[in-house]
């Protein structure tokens, strides 16, 4: 069977490369990065410093990119939150 996708008018995906892309986003989500393989993706959630839910999202990797599936309304907040902390990471 050949892999295909379904395009949902309310999802988005955001791509996050580089050397550094796997540490920097082990300490931002709530899972663990190593678990995502070419074959297996998570669900993760980003939190306040406070401990308090701002977003949702599964995370997977292909061709080593990150790939965060979420809701369309969030991506511009995601990238922002994501943006805030990059610093001098090669991400």
Same mark, same amino acid.
Request: proline share 3%; net charge positive; charged share 25%.
């Given at each position: !069977?050949?892999?295909?996708? &379904?395009?949902?008018?309310? %999802?988005?995906? $955001?791509?996050? @490369?580089?050397?550094?892309? +796997? =540490?920097?986003?082990? #300490? /931002? /989500? ?9 074959? =297996? @993706? &998570? @669900? +993760?959630? !980003?939190?306040?410093?406070? #401990? ?8 997977? $990797? %292909?061709? #080593? ?8 309304? =969030?991506?511009? +907040?995601?990238?922002?939150? /994501? @943006?805030?902390?990059? /610093?001098? +990471?090669?991400?």
């Amino acid at each position: !069977m050949k892999n295909c996708y &379904i395009p949902l008018p309310n %999802r988005t995906v $955001i791509t996050v @490369s580089g050397d550094d892309a +796997a =540490h920097f986003l082990q #300490g /931002l /989500l709530t899972n663990d990065i190593k678990k995502v393989d070419s074959t =297996h @993706s &998570i @669900s +993760a959630l !980003m939190l306040t410093p406070q #401990g308090k839910l701002l977003f949702d999202f599964f995370v997977c $990797i %292909r061709d #080593g990119v990150y790939l965060i599936d979420c809701a369309l309304e =969030h991506k511009e +907040a995601i990238i922002k939150r /994501l @943006s805030l902390y990059k /610093l001098r +990471a090669d991400v």
